[in-house]
């Protein structure tokens, strides 16, 4: 989970790093109820979960209340790498003498943090030469490795401290809310020597967001999302046409993958649980059948704690019930498979020894 640059920042103010004042909305008229509680000059910035806002327009700066009313709009209407605006911030505007660039994410590949920072910010850190890394381990980031950082990057006096101050801020909020990444870029060190975050990045690893419930707000959810958590399967809505079932995270992402390789856009992501009932079935097919986009659904399921039969079962009791009228294509194996293959004969579930062979029948089929 990525969030926006002002949910980011309202981490970073929870943890003491230093800001500008800034205001979100979503609309025009809380805008301009943030403007005069502002004052001009500021910046307009577009709130979406990509990078280049600058370079597509998403960031204007504004003097008066004409530039507000002209270009509020503008930016709000903008569609940047496929993401439209999810809102407005409004943001005071910096008196900026050099900006730096700071982050820390988790290096899975050596399993510990991993710092990197940089006197040149403002700019993708990919074309940046000059960067300085340090390993951090999994604890916090120590006095000497943040002085250490600061003195590479040639950093004095006060700039110096605050910079120490902030990456140990960044590091405490890092590693209490297990963050894969945390970005600032830039840092900007202001005309009087302070320094501050113009810009903020937050990535969650989403296997710790139940450990998590203060950053569940963020969690962006539709409609039929919310319901399915409540059913208690996972459910995520993608943009293709075919449905795709599971039991177990893993094996309904690999089946995603796959069916990608071969042509296929998955319409969802739907993970029945280990602890799948006949009636938890039925609702997240209740589920799909709202999936207007959907024309097909391909489960792959591998019977363990949870019996084939059961999702049989809900399967012959939508289709008596009229909920599906799609082609299904489905691999089931494990417990209960063969009475389950048996239930299924005579009705609109096609059934395929290899899920290889189930994906190219609903690519195939939806074609058709």
Do not use: W
């Not at 302070?194 to 969690?219: C, W």
């Not at 999702?311 to 939508?318: G, H, I, M």
């Amino acid at each position: 989970m990525q969030l926006l640059e002002f949910q980011a920042k309202e981490l970073f103010r929870e943890y003491g790093i230093n800001l500008l004042h800034s205001i979100s909305s979503t609309n025009i008229e809380e805008g301009r109820k943030h403007a005069k509680e502002l004052g001009y000059p500021f910046v307009i910035k577009i709130q979406v979960p990509v990078g280049g806002r600058g370079k597509a327009g998403g960031i204007q700066k504004c003097q008066n209340d004409d530039e507000f009313e002209l270009k509020y709009p503008q930016v709000m209407d903008l569609t940047i790498k496929g993401e439209k605006a999810r809102a407005i911030l409004l943001e005071k505007m910096a008196d900026i003498k050099k900006e730096l660039y700071l982050s820390i994410f988790l290096n899975r590949s050596k399993r510990c943090y991993t710092i990197i920072a940089s006197a040149e910010g403002g700019v993708e850190i990919e074309s940046v030469k000059n960067q300085i890394i340090k390993e951090v381990g999994l604890g916090d980031v120590s006095d000497e490795l943040a002085r250490e950082v600061a003195k590479e990057m040639e950093l004095e006096g006060n700039t110096a401290e605050q910079f120490v101050d902030t990456l140990k801020k960044l590091s405490k909020l890092t590693i209490e809310k297990e963050a894969e990444l945390v970005e600032i870029n830039p840092l900007a060190i202001m005309q009087d020597d302070s320094i501050m975050a113009l810009d903020g990045k937050f990535v969650t690893d989403d296997n710790s967001n139940f450990r998590h419930p203060e950053l569940q707000k963020y969690q962006e959810k539709t409609a039929i999302e919310e319901q399915a958590e409540k059913s208690g399967f996972s459910l995520v809505e993608l943009d293709g046409d075919i449905a795709v079932v599971g039991n177990g995270a893993g094996l309904v992402m690999s089946t995603l993958d796959m069916l990608s390789d071969n042509g296929g856009k998955p319409a969802c992501f739907l993970d029945v649980g280990g602890g799948a009932t006949t009636e938890s079935v039925y609702e997240a097919l209740t589920l799909i059948s709202k999936l207007d986009r959907v024309k097909g659904i391909l489960v792959n399921l591998y019977g363990g704690i949870v019996k084939t039969t059961v999702v049989a079962e809900a399967f012959l009791k939508a289709y008596e019930n009229n909920l599906i009228d799609l082609p299904v294509f489905s691999r089931l194996k494990g417990t209960e498979s063969e009475k389950a293959k048996e239930m299924l004969k005579g009705s609109r579930t096609n059934i395929f020894d290899s899920v290889e062979e189930a994906i190219n029948a609903a690519v195939m089929g939806v074609k058709k």
